[in-house]
């Protein structure tokens, strides 16, 4: 099925649930952030996991947002974009021993783990991709296999948009999120879903920027 066919099977299901008056969800917004840092200045790593231009893609005008929010309350962010580095998936080859060097010099290795390993809070940002994660995001969180202990006890948010706004959309989304947080002994203090985001001017008229910045400025 090519996209322009994926999208009108998308907005036909769309319709059929919008006719029948049932699932609609207007704003998925699970916010949780309350002044966590409690006054501490936090270091933040932002992962971007669209294709999308900066100025085009939804799930970054979510993270853009986010990030003006946590600046304005005095936190330190560092953002890396998968679709933009080179980056290579795990092998499952092991020679890691989950606490090691990847035999991948790559930019995960060198540019985000070292920010990763030092950071507070891991912010994954994600288009809502056949139900899941972008292949871009998800070849970064396998590679946190060399470091998982390590990585254990940070504290983590979730920002996606997806095309949809069946009241499903995310729920394959958050159950494996919530999942890998249990994993990983993460803290879960915040989830944005933007359903009905599937272009830059729907996300950009919705309440899911504010949620994403309001959660930024409140931690
Ligand atoms: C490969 C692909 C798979 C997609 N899968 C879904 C999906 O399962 N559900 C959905 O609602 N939208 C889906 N979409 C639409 C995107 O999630 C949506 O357009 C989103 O706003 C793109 O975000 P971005 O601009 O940050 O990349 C898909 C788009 C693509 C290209």
Known sequence: MDRRNFLKVLCAGTMTLFLSGCGLAAVE?????????????????????????????????LSQRFTEGAKSAGHEVFTFDAAKEDINPCQGCDACGMDGDCIFNDAIANKLMPKMLEADLLVLVTPLYYFGFSAQLKTVIDRFYSRTGKLHGKKSIILATAWNTADWT??????????????????????????????????????????????????
């Open 170 to 219: 995310f729920t394959a989304l958050k159950n494996h999120y919530e999942t890998l947080v249990r994993y990983m002994e993460w803290q879960d203090v915040g989830q944005v879903y933007g359903t009905g985001c599937g272009y830059r001017s729907a996300v950009e008229k919705s309440a899911f920027g504010d949620a994403a910045y309001k959660i930024g400025a409140a931690l």
């Open 29 to 61: 917004d699970k916010a949780v952030a309350k002044n966590i840092s409690e006054g501490d200045k936090m270091k933040i790593v932002v992962i971007n996991g669209s294709p999308h231009a900066d100025s085009e893609s939804t799930s970054k005008y």
